[in-house]
């Protein structure tokens, strides 16, 4: 067998491979789509609801705190308290906070010296009076029911709840994209492990938790930059159940550079693994062991593996045109891609009619989006293992925000 025919194997199977893990998931999360919609899901508003604590920790975020703060407070959650943690921010986040306090006495401000998120959720905590802790990022929307569709998912068996993360500030091209990734790819597969009362991620933009199992677990760790991964994981090594309320809307800043992406990416990306490699010291039992051969699987070796298909055929274009004897090679490369790529889209084209925030461009988009998520990925994941191997420690980031209220409307 030909060197060329080995290429265009290891092409073909990768391409398998891929687009079966795609349909396994896609299958997955329509049946999860399907019980969610004959299931009632009405929010939870009733005047004797829990208490449930909102901690928001933040850093260098005067532009957007007071605005996260107000949305926060605009909650139909009739029992609501809001912990603001600065920590050892150099601006007026601090003053913003104090004001909004001085105003409302459901908010609390603590003011820590700079020693990173984890430690700030953690002295939250601390302070909490709730029973149910939310975990709210700086730069994070609430719409006025997030809470209670939040509440009204929370199962007994379960410890956590992720909410429906949204893009706000949609005015680029690159935001659309991140967009179009939030509401249609991240949501199919966190509608997909649901399905198994998992999760990759309960996020830490919007996520509710029960205190129980933060305490059970000793809080949020520092050991890696994605906190809440590592708290997800560790729950679930426990035995614990996630879910995901599909109607419970959070919207958060996308980033608006592309620099800035891949920053945020490679700290996403390192986080997981650290996560996974720290997985080895939990006590897993078989469902824990199966989630950490999933997430494996699905956040790693998939969308590498996707990545080099599109690279393949890149250089299979490249070398037919400096040798033109290579056409049948690149010929065969070249159709392997078209057909991965238009199976990859239609598979992805099921987690349309499961959102009702996908626009027009959302679908115009997703073939650009699959494409550049799956280079972003690979980018990303590359550079997450060098710094891993490097030990360079990651501290908070400043960011530049874009004014909520200077956005359009948050109405869906």
């Given at each position: 067998?030909?060197?060329?025919?080995?290429?265009?194997?290891?092409?073909?199977?990768?391409?398998?491979?891929c687009?079966?893990?795609?349909?396994?998931?896609?299958?997955?999360?329509?049946?999860?789509?399907?019980?969610?919609?004959?299931?009632a899901?009405?929010?939870?508003?009733?005047?004797?609801?829990?208490?449930?604590?909102?901690?928001?920790?933040?850093?260098?975020?005067?532009?957007?705190?007071?605005?996260?703060?107000?949305?926060?407070?605009?909650?139909?959650?009739?029992?609501?308290?809001?912990?603001?943690?600065?920590?050892?921010?150099?601006?007026?986040?601090?003053?913003?906070?104090?004001?909004?306090?001085?105003?409302?006495?459901?908010?609390?401000?603590?003011?820590?010296?700079?020693?990173?998120?984890?430690?700030?959720l953690?002295a939250?905590?601390?302070?909490?009076?709730?029973?149910?802790?939310?975990?709210?990022?700086?730069d994070?929307?609430?719409?006025?029911?997030?809470?209670?569709?939040?509440?009204?998912?929370?199962?007994?068996?379960?410890?956590?709840?992720?909410?429906?993360?949204?893009?706000?500030?949609?005015?680029?091209?690159?935001?659309?994209?991140?967009e179009?990734?939030?509401?249609?790819?991240?949501?199919?597969?966190?509608?997909?492990?649901?399905?198994?009362?998992?999760?990759?991620?309960?996020?830490g933009?919007c996520?509710?938790?029960?205190?129980?199992?933060?305490?059970?677990?000793?809080g949020?760790?520092?050991?890696?930059?994605?906190e809440?991964?590592?708290l997800?994981?560790?729950?679930?090594?426990?035995?614990?159940?996630?879910g995901?309320a599909p109607?419970?809307?959070?919207?958060?800043?996308?980033?608006c550079?592309?620099?800035?992406?891949?920053?945020?990416?490679?700290?996403?990306?390192?986080?997981?693994?650290?996560?996974l490699?720290?997985?080895?010291?939990?006590?897993?039992?078989?469902?824990?062991m199966?989630?950490?051969?999933?997430?494996?699987?699905?956040?790693?070796?998939?969308?590498?593996?996707?990545?080099?298909?599109?690279?393949?055929c890149?250089?299979?274009?490249?070398s037919?045109?400096?040798?033109?004897?290579?056409?049948?090679?690149?010929?065969?490369?070249?159709?392997?891609w078209?057909?991965?790529?238009?199976?990859?889209?239609?598979?992805?084209?099921?987690?349309?009619?499961?959102?009702?925030?996908?626009?027009?461009?959302?679908?115009?988009?997703?073939?650009?989006?699959?494409?550049?998520?799956?280079?972003?990925?690979?980018?990303?994941?590359?550079?997450?293992?060098?710094?891993?191997?490097?030990?360079?420690?990651l501290?908070?980031?400043?960011?530049?925000?874009?004014?909520?209220?200077?956005?359009?409307?948050?109405?869906?």
């Open positions: 067998m030909s060197a060329a025919n080995i290429f265009t194997m290891a092409i073909l199977g990768s391409a398998f491979t687009l079966g893990i795609n349909i396994c998931l896609t299958f997955m999360a329509l049946r999860q789509h399907f019980a969610d919609t004959c299931a899901n009405a929010s939870q508003n009733t005047l004797d609801a829990p208490l449930v604590s909102v901690l928001v920790p933040c850093f260098n975020e005067q532009v957007v705190i007071g605005e996260t703060l107000q949305h926060i407070l605009r909650s139909r959650w009739a029992s609501l308290e809001v912990i603001a943690i600065n920590d050892g921010s150099i601006d007026d986040t601090l003053a913003i906070m104090r004001r909004v306090a001085q105003s409302d006495r459901r908010v609390r401000v603590i003011n820590l010296v700079n020693e990173g998120k984890a430690q700030a953690n939250g905590l601390l302070h909490a009076s709730g029973d149910f802790i939310l975990t709210v990022d700086a994070t929307v609430l719409e006025p029911d997030t809470i209670g569709h939040l509440m009204a998912r929370l199962a007994p068996q379960m410890a956590a709840v992720s909410a429906n993360i949204l893009v706000y500030n949609r005015s680029s091209r690159l935001t659309r994209l991140q179009t990734e939030y509401v249609l790819l991240q949501n199919l597969e966190r509608r997909c492990l649901a399905a198994f009362g998992a999760a990759t991620v309960v996020p933009a996520g509710l938790w029960r205190r129980s199992w933060i305490s059970d677990c000793c949020f760790s520092s050991r890696t930059v994605a809440d991964q590592d997800t994981l560790r729950v679930q090594a426990r035995g614990a159940r996630i995901f109607k419970a809307y959070a919207r958060t800043e996308a980033v550079s592309l620099r800035g992406l891949v920053k945020q990416r490679t700290r996403w990306s390192l986080g997981l693994l650290q996560c490699l720290q997985a080895s010291g939990y006590t897993l039992g078989k469902r824990g199966a989630l950490v051969a999933l997430l494996w699987m699905i956040k790693i070796i998939a969308p590498m593996m996707a990545a080099l298909i599109d690279l393949a890149a250089s299979a274009l490249i037919l045109a400096i040798d033109p004897q290579l056409f049948p090679v690149a010929q065969n490369v070249t159709y392997c078209l057909s991965f790529v238009l199976v990859d889209l239609l598979i992805a084209s099921a987690a349309l009619p499961m959102e009702p925030n996908a626009s027009a461009h959302s679908v115009i988009s997703l073939l650009v989006t699959r494409i550049f998520q799956r280079q972003l990925t690979a980018a990303a994941m590359t550079l997450a293992f060098r710094r891993l191997m490097g030990r360079r420690q501290v908070w980031e400043v960011k530049h925000r874009t004014p909520i209220d200077l956005l359009a409307p948050l109405d869906r």
